[in-house]
């Protein structure tokens, strides 16, 4: 697909993707929801858009990306452009002979908004912005805090309008002089467009994967090392010969290169690097002007190709550092990172209240990692009421640099698990997800649905299902609830659209069938978005475009692979909302490069990130990276930086404090070397959250007592043992389940859940034992005759749970499950054949018993007799099994003293039958007897009377107050038992976990 397709394809798209997004624009501009972002949310003059920033990851690896320790982000910047992105970059370069370029003069900034101290300091700029000499910046965040900086001081000054300052991010410039060149149709400018990174790694990946080297990892991942390794080598200036004869790494990537590069020849594309070579012709030939005199502000150095373009085009580049300067510099220990980062939050509120005007910055050196736990700090800190039901969404209150992921977003992340669900099973967590998200179809009409298709999907939907299992739970969901299938309806179009997609298409074709899947399904939703969403409605737009460029690589790919080349697309580009500029920075350490401050915070100060640990690229030579000092190759290079970027942040503001966590997990931390010498304190313990402190200064607090709930005498109450056993253990829960309905959300399984493998068993067991009268019988069969009756009986029960569970009908799950049934019985059929003689007299018997007016419902597994004429009362069990509970007031586990009760005859023992083979034991019998019997012990021996009669009193007096307690609605709010307490299925009702928390507050 060439690039005027891809142009015309573009624009069709996302034509028919803004539709909703203008509907929604509308509706904001009538007054129908905060839908467009408003005015002061829009970035400033010559900002960089959100799709433009660079990608967050640590500081190190962007600085392996761009090139250099201390090189602009701003490369990166480009790097997430468009397939042509300097000749179309969205931020435009300042042309002041083009008819559309910006005005040449500025406004006076608004009364209020300036702050007490300049965003850089200007003072040895300031020659140079009076002459209007050019300045380059290391980023576009540096070049715009120069121009506030400036337009601060000539306004303080009585000015009201003045020429723009000639203020660039070094690349923003490099790109403005290709522009140039493609104007004046310089011939090496026109032999090519210079690719975007996407592209680029597209290409890897294509030349890679059509390889036949043999690959220990993924081909995506050495796309992304292929391409950051011909970054470095073409950056610093050298050629396929320099890694010639290298290591395992390096000839693979020799390898790769000549056919990568003609892979970029035949479609006319053209490197970043290769583009800055033309720029050093244009100027050769007189095409380019001289610049004259640059000044450059936040570099510590540049990679050789850089420098080289640099000095070509300006006859004069003059480096500027940051002036030492004399502050209150210390230190703070904290006991470990998460502790480190609320004290820097706790600070920065402090700071703000204290001081109005004052500009504040965090600086985090691994901020992409913990960006989410910044942000929800900051929000908890200084805007508590955000996590408030209520409370409508907001930008945080300070400014955060890092981006997010687009793929970890609320609306890319649905479209993106809409779209695999098409295709793939998807773990039933992001199913379920799924169905409550409010991004696609009516989600707030859908709801009693969408919660009842979440329990079918929960009970037999696996744990992976897929787009039929959905579609099979959302029928049984609306069938139930005698609803309209609108949403079965919107699954089956978007079905039939998956069904009739191609088998295999280029990225321009995948780009509509997405969007055509996407809008049966009513993505992205019919609610009003805010502001934010809206956003990222735009981005994911614009993720679109650049998927479509990648056909230019001239792929087929399937839906599953053109699915997973977005999701790599969209997790490799950021997303920075636009928000209102704030006092408060959470910067990164390369975007507070240049940058002051009233006051600084730099978290992260220890000696194991300072220097940066090395780590050379993998597909480099080590030796030569060494010898060339490249990012992470060289120790003493890597000492240097750090110090340098030391003396930066000492200088940065008049109050600075460095902090460094004490332990990190199980390894102790120790600051930098250099800072060691600072006055040094230990962080203040985080405050508690300003609601709780809230709650706390309240005068009064409402408190609703909550006692017994009303009585059920007379009430047809279902329930057998368990009720008891919640009763006994956890009186609330014993309400909230047997009388309010209420219980826990089931997990899936892989295959069959415990309760239908112990289903299983109870009924193989029962199938197998009909016909034998007694152990004497079982031993006439043989071995032989045993596995046959044991394979009929797994059979047959099989077939019966089939007919609830099709998935048993298919050959390899029964197959399993058969093998797995056959082993188990024939472990517990070995137990039965060990014991003293018996007789089966009963198998799965129903039973009842009165306690004080409750009928409880019973089921006794098995009834033996032994040869005394006593019987022996069994209760199978597949799970794990605890031999005790049965005595004191409040017996744990009471099924098998209620089976005692209701059993009239004389008993020699209850016993729990343990069909259940683990590492640590096998099957076998555990309870009461007072006979010999392996695992069973006496009555005494288990806290109990020292014969039967003694055992029945003490159980049916027990039992009957329990029932007592059930029967008048006695609803107590505790665990009796710890057992319950760690297992408690209802926390989420009863909420008991809070009750420590709740009386602290009251205190």
Request: some cysteine.
């Amino acid at each position: 697909m060439r690039l005027q397709e891809v142009r015309t394809l573009r624009s069709k798209v996302i034509l028919r993707l803004q539709g909703p997004a203008r509907e929604h624009q509308s509706t904001a501009r009538k007054g129908g929801g905060a839908m467009a972002p408003h005015h002061e949310h829009l970035p400033a003059r010559g900002a960089v858009p959100a799709d433009h920033q660079a990608r967050r990851g640590s500081g190190a690896d962007r600085r392996r990306e761009l090139g250099h320790g201390m090189l602009s982000p701003c490369s990166a910047h480009m790097d997430v452009g468009r397939h042509c992105s300097w000749s179309r970059c969205k931020t435009p370069a300042r042309r002041r002979d083009h008819p559309l370029s910006e005005p040449s003069t500025i406004a006076l900034p608004e009364p209020g908004r300036i702050m007490s101290t300049a965003p850089v300091d200007i003072t040895p700029l300031r020659p140079a912005l009076r002459s209007g000499a050019l300045l380059l910046t290391a980023n576009q965040r540096l070049a715009r805090a120069v121009e506030q900086a400036w337009g601060a001081e000539l306004a303080a000054a009585g000015h009201r309008t003045w020429e723009r300052p000639r203020v660039h991010a070094l690349e923003h410039w490099f790109a403005e002089q290709w522009q140039r060149l493609r104007d004046t149709a310089f011939e090496p400018a026109l032999a090519g467009v210079p690719a975007s990174a996407a592209v680029e790694q597209r290409l890897w990946h294509q030349v890679i994967a059509e390889g036949t080297e043999i690959l220990d990892g993924e081909v995506a991942t050495f796309a992304r090392l292929a391409h950051t390794a011909r970054q470095l080598l073409e950056r610093w200036d050298l050629d396929a010969a320099a890694i010639a004869g290298g290591h395992r790494g390096s000839q693979l990537f020799a390898a790769w290169l000549p056919r990568w590069r003609a892979a970029m020849a035949a479609r006319g594309l053209l490197t970043r690097e290769q583009s800055l070579e033309a720029l050093i012709a244009g100027r050769a030939a007189g095409v380019l002007e001289d610049a004259g005199t640059a000044h450059l502000v936040g570099f510590a150095a540049l990679p050789p190709r850089h420098r080289r373009t640099l000095e070509a085009l300006c006859s004069d580049p003059v480096f500027h550092q940051p002036r030492a300067r004399d502050n209150a510099a210390r230190l703070v220990r904290a006991a470990d990172p998460d502790a480190e980062l609320a004290a820097a939050v706790d600070w920065a509120a402090d700071q703000l209240h204290s001081h109005p005007q004052r500009r504040i910055a965090i600086v985090i050196p691994d901020l992409g990692a913990v960006r989410d736990r910044a942000e929800r700090l900051l929000r908890d800190v200084l805007d508590p009421l955000h996590c408030l039901p209520h409370t409508a969404w907001a930008p945080p209150p300070g400014n955060v640099s890092a981006g997010q992921p687009l793929a970890d977003l609320p609306l890319p992340r649905t479209a993106l698990r809409l779209l695999a669900v098409a295709s793939t099973p998807l773990p039933w967590g992001a199913v379920c997800a799924l169905l409550h998200d409010p991004h696609w179809g009516d989600a707030e009409a859908e709801f009693g649905v969408r919660a009842r298709a979440e329990l079918e999907l929960r009970e037999y939907g696996g744990v992976t299902p897929g787009a039929a299992e959905l579609r099979r739970a959302l029928t049984a969901a609306e069938q139930r609830l005698q609803c309209p299938g609108l949403v079965t309806r919107r699954l089956q179009n978007a079905a039939e659209l998956h069904r009739r997609a191609p088998a295999r298409a280029g990225f321009g074709r995948w780009v509509q069938q997405f969007a055509g899947y996407l809008q049966c399904l009513g993505w992205p939703g019919q609610r009003t978005l805010d502001s934010g969403e809206f956003q990222q409605l735009q981005h994911w737009g614009t993720l679109l475009e650049r998927f479509a460029e990648l056909g230019i690589s001239g792929e087929a790919l399937d839906w599953a692979e053109a699915l997973s080349a977005l999701r790599q697309l969209a997790a490799a580009t950021p997303f920075q909302p636009r928000v209102p500029e704030s006092r408060l920075q959470i910067l990164g350490m390369l975007e507070a490069a240049g940058l002051q401050f009233d006051a600084l915070w730099v978290t992260g100060m220890t000696d194991n990130r300072w220097p940066e640990p090395l780590d050379p690229h993998p597909l480099l030579p080590p030796a030569l990276q060494r010898r060339l000092a490249m990012p992470r190759a060289q120790a003493e290079h890597e000492r240097q930086i750090a110090e340098h970027r030391l003396q930066e942040l000492r200088a940065a503001a008049p109050e600075v404090i460095f902090s460094y966590p004490l332990r990190d997990g199980e390894v102790e931390l120790q600051p930098f070397a250099a800072l060691r010498g600072l006055p040094a304190t230990a962080a203040t313990d985080p405050a508690p959250h300003p609601l709780i402190a809230s709650l706390t200064r309240a005068r009064a607090l409402q408190t609703i007592a909550w006692g017994d709930a009303p009585p059920c005498h007379g009430m047809n109450i279902g329930g057998g043992s368990a009720l008891l056993r919640d009763q006994s253990a956890a009186p609330f829960n014993a309400f909230a389940t047997w009388r309010l309905g209420a219980r826990a959300l089931p997990d899936p399984e892989p295959g069959l859940s415990r309760a239908e493998r112990g289903e299983l068993v109870h009924r193989a067991l029962e199938l197998f034992w009909a016909p034998l009268p007694d152990q004497s019988a079982l031993q006439s069969l043989g071995d032989a005759g045993r596995q046959q009756g044991l394979r009929t009986a797994v059979a047959d029960a099989l077939d019966e749970l089939a007919r609830r569970r099709p998935e048993l009908r298919g050959p390899r799950l029964r197959a399993v499950e058969a093998a797995c049934l056959l082993r188990l019985l024939e472990a517990w059929l070995a137990v039965e054949l060990g014991r003293p003689p018996f007789a089966v007299v009963a198998r799965e018997r129903r039973a009842e018993v009165d306690l004080a007016g409750l009928r409880v419902q019973l089921r006794i597994d098995r009834i033996d007799r032994l040869a005394d004429g006593r019987l022996l009362l069994l209760d199978y069990k597949t799970g794990p099994v605890r031999a005790g509970g049965w005595d004191g007031d409040r017996p744990e586990d009471p099924q098998l003293p209620l089976y005692a009760l209701a059993v009239r005859e004389p008993l020699a023992g209850l016993a729990l039958a343990r069909v259940r083979v683990d590492e640590r034991l096998g099957c076998g019998l555990a309870g009461i007897a007072d006979v010999e019997l392996s695992g069973c012990r006496a009555l005494a021996d288990h806290g109990l009377a020292g014969d039967w009669q003694g055992a029945l009193t003490h159980w049916q007096d027990v039992l009957e107050a329990l029932a007592r307690e059930f029967l008048n609605g006695t609803a107590t709010l505790c665990h009796y038992h710890s057992d319950s307490a760690r297992r408690d299925p209802l926390m989420a009702l009863n909420r008991l976990p809070e009750l420590k928390d709740i009386q602290r507050i009251t205190k």
